[in-house]
């Protein structure tokens, strides 16, 4: 049986165990009219419980099974080969690994196949169809075994309502456990590769080089390979196209918050705020391209047209799409501040004879300034790591320069240029790319963990 026939078999089980656990905790409930229902908890959870022993273990063993199968037939199969393929190296070994899958999987190429990895690929067949069949027939017997060991905890003495409870406690540790074990995989990868390009370049080079030019040679007389590794450059790119998309998300979410929250009927705001949160789901890359076919070369004649010098991929135009990018965003989480500031405290301003404009600048904004210093730094945080917009739109010359006509590049874009292609793991162009998505992480880190602190000080403030 296949993966989805498993699958579907165990679904199917499930509402079954339900369906025969919930019925027989009430076929033993004590009768209504000799003095009630004397069950523990509610018969739903006895149905629950069932399923948990009819299927908990049954996809553990599923999973577990399905990620060692191939491995371990792999191995064996590798195992039987001829000694002339037991001394290649690993790199060839996997070739010839992928060699037999392929063979395995498309039995059309086993005529024309070598006859040594024609008989592994049907080993392979042969061994993966017992695997299937012994993995089905296990799987699905331990699902029934789980049914009738299930049923016997259904008693009205069992608290079916605590055990299921604590099983759902447990599945959601685990699954805030894998969170941050990805979280904590993803730093200690990218920091270790990051370690291995500070061994070739050194650290205080990339952080106040001046000159980025990552092209390194790949044989000594290769020319046109300088190897310079300043990120300066970068820095200063990313900080001036971040800064012009703030000067324009913020300014406008703020403004756009303060009158869906004070000034807007309900009816405005029920069609104003929806309207506004739809540019938060347009995909980057459609952002990229207005960026790159309809704002770039708009501002460029519109430069020309007063006699400016403008590039034709400017800081300019992908600040100005990343800040109408970034507008719900800021929108959204100011409105929510806004809102989330007593309405006692307006009453108490209106009581002294405030207007509302007085009201609004005198105690709403300074009430509510933490979160929007949170939000504001939040939406930093979201500029810097944009990507698609500036790989688009902003230039690749790794320039100096804070004139928002100029090109300049960022951070994310040199990421995604060095890791284009095919790429060897082990020269410091390569490793470069780390070390940039490191020093991104530990700017938005600091962002974020700032911002953090100021919305958490906020709610206890105004709880």
């Given at each position: 049986m296949s993966t989805l026939g498993i699958l579907l078999t165990l679904t199917v089980l499930a509402a079954f165990s339900y369906y025969i656990g919930r019925k027989r905790s009430l076929a033993l409930a004590t009768p209504v009219k000799r003095g009630g229902n004397d069950l523990h908890s509610l018969p739903s959870?006895?149905?629950?419980?069932?399923?948990?022993?009819?299927?908990?273990?049954?996809?553990?063993?599923?999973?577990?099974?399905?990620?060692?199968?191939?491995?371990?037939?792999?191995?064996s199969i590798m195992s039987h080969l001829p000694t002339e393929y037991q001394g290649k190296s690993a790199d060839e070994l996997s070739l010839v690994t992928n060699r037999i899958h392929n063979?395995?999987?498309?039995?059309?190429?086993?005529?024309?196949?070598?006859?040594?990895?024609?008989a592994a690929a049907e080993e392979y067949q042969q061994m993966q169809s017992l695997s299937n069949t012994i993995k089905t027939v296990l799987v699905l017997a331990l699902a029934i075994a789980g049914i009738f060991i299930g049923l016997r905890y259904v008693k009205p003495k069992t608290r079916a309502r605590n055990q299921v409870e604590r099983v759902v406690q447990y599945i959601m540790i685990g699954c805030a456990s894998i969170a941050i074990l990805t979280t904590v995989?993803?730093?200690?990868?990218?920091?270790f590769e990051s370690i291995r390009f500070f061994g070739h370049v050194n650290i205080f080079d990339f952080i106040f080089g001046t000159h980025w030019s990552p092209q390194t040679a790949l044989r000594a007389d290769q020319a046109g390979s300088s190897g310079a590794f300043g990120a300066v450059p970068l820095f200063v790119g990313t900080l001036l196209i971040s800064s012009i998309a703030l000067l324009i998300a913020v300014p406008l979410g703020l403004?756009?918050?303060?009158y869906l929250s004070e000034y807007a009927s309900p009816m405005m705001r029920a069609y104003a705020k929806p309207a506004m949160e739809i540019l938060a789901g347009i995909p980057t890359v459609v952002y990229g391209f207005f960026a790159a076919l309809t704002v770039a070369p708009m501002i460029r004649g519109l430069g020309e047209?007063?006699?400016?010098?403008?590039?034709?991929?400017s800081a300019l135009a992908a600040g100005i799409v990343m800040g109408v990018m970034i507008i719900p965003f800021m929108s959204s989480l100011s409105d929510d501040i806004i809102n989330a500031v007593p309405q006692a405290m307006r009453d108490g301003s209106y009581g002294m004879g405030a207007t509302k404009s007085?009201?609004?600048?005198?105690?709403?904004?300074?009430?509510?300034?933490?979160?929007?210093?949170?939000?504001?730094?939040?939406?930093?945080?979201?500029?810097?790591?944009?990507?698609?917009?500036?790989?688009m739109a902003a230039g690749l010359a790794a320039n100096i320069s804070f004139n928002p006509l100029d090109a300049v590049t960022?951070?994310?874009?040199?990421?995604?240029?060095?890791?284009?292609?095919?790429?060897?793991?082990?020269?410091?162009?390569?490793?470069?790319?780390?070390?940039?998505?490191?020093?991104?992480?530990?700017?938005t880190l600091i962002l974020n963990v700032l911002a953090l602190h100021i919305v958490r000080k906020y709610r206890e403030q105004y709880d």
């Open positions: 959870y006895y149905g629950y419980l069932v399923v948990i022993w009819a299927i908990v273990p049954a996809l553990l063993v599923f999973v577990l099974w399905s990620s060692l199968e191939k491995p371990l037939l792999t191995s063979l395995a999987n498309d039995p059309a190429q086993l005529a024309t196949a070598d006859p040594t990895l024609k995989g993803i730093v200690f990868s990218v920091l403004m756009s918050a303060i047209s007063i006699g400016l010098s403008v590039a034709s991929e007085e009201t609004i600048k005198q105690v709403v904004l300074p009430a509510a300034l933490p979160g929007i210093v949170g939000a504001f730094l939040l939406a930093a945080s979201r500029a810097i790591g944009e990507t698609m917009i500036v790989v960022t951070i994310t874009v040199q990421i995604v240029t060095l890791l284009k292609g095919d790429q060897e793991f082990d020269s410091a162009k390569t490793l470069a790319a780390f070390a940039l998505g490191l020093s991104l992480f530990i700017i």
